[in-house]
């Protein structure tokens, strides 16, 4: 006890002066020299109040913490860095850092055994900055870490009254010590820096060894600015080699809204594996004013998201050369056989600068252990309707000096199709893709992946996307999460640590969407007009697996808005249409292909909606005999107990999902239910309502 209450003692004593490179330490019973610097004063009064309060801090995290040996090998692998920095040019402090929305962890590597210390300001010094100091004490191998602030008038460092740093581990070596914590980045105290996007002064400082229970002077410090939450930057790697994936010329005719362009490319020879760790993007697009492109480029680029695919292994290399060699084609267009380029490999958004993969993962590329071919998919969103010369596409980073781990890109979410609706005039309107559990114990290995970062994407009308990992009944903290959806800032974000996905657990891609300002149901499709809800999800180690979706079966959907029969086809038939085209393409065209829609402009691959335009539906016959589309049109959408209800029923009901493999071949398929015992009674309940509101309005009509 007695011992302990040294040490925590020594503890605040020692933050106190260690960076502020004191040569004496003030004894605790004597008030400062000058009585006018009231904080400090005040402070040294409370001391004994504030000793118990940091005793009790450090006392948490010992039982909390408490790890005998730290194996730097084992830890090391467990959590995903995604910035490594020196902050002085010899390596002796080397800062590694990862963050999410919220917070933001930190390993700490140093050449000392003595403290280590970081601060955060706005200027290069100590005056009003966030200082954390920490160590391992050579007595018993235990870590101990103290929130601290540097004083606005005197050059000095005082424990915070709340300590908002949290260690999580700290062990040291014979030459190293080595610590990592982690904290909020606003803390919403005032004693703390708020770690937001702007460059922030990272000051460090290095204790003498064996100072842990003693008077400290640094021996080294200095700082270094750095964006502690910029996205991956480029990794300092001189091997790094360029590949550019890029459209030559491609003409975007001012008539088409909405276009999907797909180009085959060969990966560059090489001779061994290498891995892909990063991307860019390469907006090339100049508008074509009175016959000649602009040579100003960019400006108004129709360019809105690209894809980049690996494409299967296919014995008849001479098809894919020829291909490689050629235009592309319009998406709808393109050859059966392209469907093998199924794996997405870099998913690019507008808004995105791009991305570096962790430092310890690389998809693999190329022949030898990747692919030889690949599909890149340019979607323009023309809706200002311009007559393009488009040159865009990605830049791909590789290098043969290989990471850790091979890592794939799986896509998951609600497959794209018009069986995806939001009702207009919504606030908070959700839906969910799931990957189920059958798809995921037939397709993950048995130790599970691990899923290192994730791009949520979704159109103008989301307002939140998150992905939700089920396992059992539980359901895990959220893997990723961004609740002021953005479509102008897509970018991906890390899972900090990396999160293990095993074997039939579940992941739930959740969008909710705001349609206030929209009169019409918006249908799921490709357009910038139309919605989606997807995440691209980097995990390691690759699996076959390359996509995971879902969506409500056909039947169920027509049935929650009403219907029961359409003339000519029955349900059967219709389902197994929708099936056919599911979320990929539309593969027989309907006749409005090509026919300019109401928005204006061709809308292009349509995924179904042409197909809704065209059901009449007959039963039951009080709808009018209308088609399907008009009807959905029609419906009643400011009445809330029945979007409430169409909400309920689609997000509980039935959905069939969909694992999809690297080849194009169906994984598993099949149906669940997520409440199976109030969805039937809710489809009768939804189906009373559109009857007796379509009645009223009906005879109100008449
Ligand atoms: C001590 O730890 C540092 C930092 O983790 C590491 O770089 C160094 O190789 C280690 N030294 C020994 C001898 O294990
Ligand atoms: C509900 O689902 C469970 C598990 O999927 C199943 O065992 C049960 O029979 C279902 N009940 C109904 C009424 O469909």
């Known amino acids: 006890m007695k011992l302990r209450l040294l040490l925590a003692l020594s503890a605040f004593l020692l933050c106190d002066a260690k960076l502020a490179g004191l040569k004496q330490i003030i004894p605790s019973n004597e008030l400062p020299p000058n009585p006018t610097q009231n904080t400090q004063a005040l402070r040294l009064l409370q001391f004994d109040t504030k000793n118990a309060k940091t005793r009790r801090i450090t006392d948490q995290y010992k039982v909390r913490q408490r790890r005998e040996v730290f194996d730097s090998k084992s830890y090391e692998s467990s959590l995903t860095w995604a910035h490594s920095e020196r902050l002085d040019e010899n390596g002796d402090a080397v800062l590694r850092w990862v963050n999410s929305d919220s917070s933001i962890t930190f390993r700490l590597e140093a050449r000392t055994r003595g403290y280590v210390g970081l601060g955060f300001n706005s200027g290069r010094n100590m005056r009003g900055a966030d200082l954390v100091v920490a160590w391992v004490d050579d007595r018993n191998g235990n870590a101990q870490i103290l929130d601290c602030h540097g004083l606005e008038f005197e050059y000095r460092a005082v424990a915070d009254d709340v300590q908002n740093y949290e260690l999580i581990s700290g062990y040291q070596n014979d030459t190293h010590t080595t610590i990592e914590f982690r904290r909020l980045l606003d803390t919403c105290d005032r004693q703390d820096f708020v770690i937001g996007e702007d460059t922030t002064q990272i000051l460090w400082a290095l204790g003498p060894p064996g100072s842990d229970g003693q008077l400290p002077k640094h021996v080294q410090s200095g700082t270094r600015p750095l964006r502690l939450l910029q996205p991956l930057s480029k990794p300092d790697d001189a091997s790094l080699m360029q590949w550019d994936v890029r459209l030559r010329d491609l003409k975007i005719p001012h008539v088409m809204a909405t276009l999907f362009w797909c180009k085959i490319f060969k990966a560059p020879e090489l001779s061994k594996k290498h891995h892909m760790v990063g991307y860019e993007p390469i907006i090339d697009s100049r508008p074509i004013k009175n016959g000649r492109p602009m040579l100003e480029k960019n400006s108004l680029s129709p360019v809105h998201h690209m894809v980049l695919y690996e494409c299967a292994e296919d014995p008849d290399d001479y098809a894919w050369n020829e291909w490689s060699k050629g235009d592309g084609y319009y998406g709808p267009n393109k050859p059966s056989e392209w469907a093998i380029c199924a794996t997405p ?323 598993a398929m099949f149906f669940l239910l997520r409440d199976n015992q109030s969805h039937v009674s809710q489809r009768k309940e939804v189906f009373d309502l559109i009857r007796s509101i379509t009645m009223q309005s009906t005879t109100r009509l008449v």
């Open 345 to 667: 490999v870099a998913a690019w958004a507008m808004g995105s600068k791009g991305e570096f993969l962790p430092e310890n993962v690389g998809i693999p590329i190329g022949k030898r252990g990747g692919a030889s071919f690949y599909m890149l998919e340019v979607h323009y969103d023309n809706q200002a309707l311009h007559e393009v010369l488009d040159s865009s596409g990605i830049r791909i980073h590789y290098t043969p000096r290989l990471r850790a781990h091979d890592a794939a890109l799986l896509g998951a979410g609600i497959g794209v199709s018009a069986l995806h609706v939001i009702p207009p005039k919504q606030r908070q309107y959700r839906t969910v893709g799931i990957c189920g559990s059958e798809c995921t114990k037939t397709m993950i290995p048995d130790d599970g992946i691990t899923i290192v970062s994730v791009l949520l994407h979704a159109h103008g009308t989301a307002k939140k996307i998150s992905l939700k990992h089920i396992r059992g009944n539980d359901e895990l903290p959220r893997v990723s999460e961004e609740n002021s959806y953005d479509v102008r800032y897509q970018q991906s974000r890390i899972v900090p640590g990396g999160r293990k996905f095993l074997k039939g657990d579940t992941l739930i891609t959740e969008c909710t969407y705001d349609s206030t300002g929209r009169d019409k149901p918006i249908l799921g499709g490709y357009s910038a007009t139309q919605e989606m809800c997807l995440s691209f999800v980097l995990y390691y180690p690759r699996t076959p697996l390359a996509g995971c979706y879902s969506m409500t079966p056909a039947k169920e959907f027509f049935e929650t808005f009403g219907v029961r029969e359409f003339y000519g086809v029955d349900m059967t038939q219709v389902e197994n249409t929708f099936l056919s085209s599911s979320y990929v393409e539309y593969p027989n065209l309907p006749s409005d292909q090509g026919k300019e829609s109401e928005e204006g402009g061709m809308q292009g691959d349509d995924q179904g909606v042409g197909f809704m335009k065209e059901l009449v539906i007959k039963e039951p016959l009080e709808f009018g005999q209308k088609t399907f589309m008009a009807h959905l049109n029609e419906m009643p959408w400011s009445e809330v107990l029945l979007t409430e209800q169409i909400e309920k029923t689609l997000y509980r009901g039935m959905h069939m999902t969909f694992c999809k493999k690297n080849d194009d071949s169906w994984g």
